[in-house]
């Protein structure tokens, strides 16, 4: 079984100043991670994702997410904020779990708000 | 090229109907995903299919649901005898072989309004 928590259901930071959203993960495999945004009436499309290799991953946009097995952490960081970033932020694990793929296990989401 | 494209984009229909929503994939990807996404459950993973077989329907919230493929690219998802509890977004997402750790690619949604 996989859960994911993200702490904070809305987070607000100032325009220029840095973005940290928080997402711990649980899973009984070796979990792939993703980070979705997703805008007003909009699908989900993809920030970034971990599966294997370097526990840094840069995506689009200057966002950047770090795999932390011993925290079982994959927090969202960008270092400086732009009115565009705006949107709500969803965290996700998936796994192997031995009968084909799974589909993503979702946490409930992060509204970003960003102040000028 | 085109991306995962949803139909209808709002369907409001009234508690007991029957309604079918439309999920046309990326071209040439094997797996493709439903998901729906409501204010109180946040976004819940319903079923998969590679190609035309879903290996598990445990997902889908009751037997009023109900999902097919065919010829391996369009999908629709069936709700039978709507209830107020069923309006939501309903999403769909494709993969290019449905291994662990693709990227799933989402379309628009379907908002589904059950009066």
């Known amino acids: 079984a996989q859960s994911v928590t993200q702490l904070g259901s809305h987070v607000s930071v100032s325009e220029g100043a840095l973005v940290l959203l928080r997402c711990n993960y649980s899973s009984s495999v070796p979990p792939y991670l993703f980070w979705y945004v997703q805008y007003p009436n909009q699908g989900l499309q993809l920030l970034l994702k971990y599966t294997t290799g370097a526990t840094l991953v840069k995506g689009i946009n200057g966002f950047e997410a770090e795999f932390k097995k011993s925290e079982t952490s994959f927090h969202l960081t960008k270092p400086s904020a732009h009115m565009s970033d705006a949107a709500e932020y969803f965290c996700a694990v998936s796994g192997y779990s031995g009968g084909g793929a799974d589909g993503l296990t979702f946490g409930k989401g992060t509204h970003l708000i960003i102040q000028p | ?115």
């Open chain 2, 1 to 115: 090229g085109a991306g995962v494209s949803q139909s209808p984009s709002n369907k409001v229909t009234e508690k007991g109907k029957d309604v079918e929503l439309r999920c046309d994939p990326i071209s040439g990807h094997t797996a493709l995903y439903w998901y729906r996404q409501s204010l109180g459950q946040g976004l819940e993973f319903l079923i998969y299919f590679q190609g035309n077989s879903a290996p598990d329907k445990s997902g889908l919230p009751s037997d009023r649901f109900s999902a097919e493929r065919t010829g391996g690219s369009v999908s629709t998802l069936t709700i039978q005898r709507t209830q107020q509890e069923d309006s939501a977004v309903y999403l769909c997402a494709s993969s290019l072989d449905g291994r662990p750790g693709e990227t799933q690619y989402f379309g628009p949604g379907t908002r589904l309004l059950v009066l």
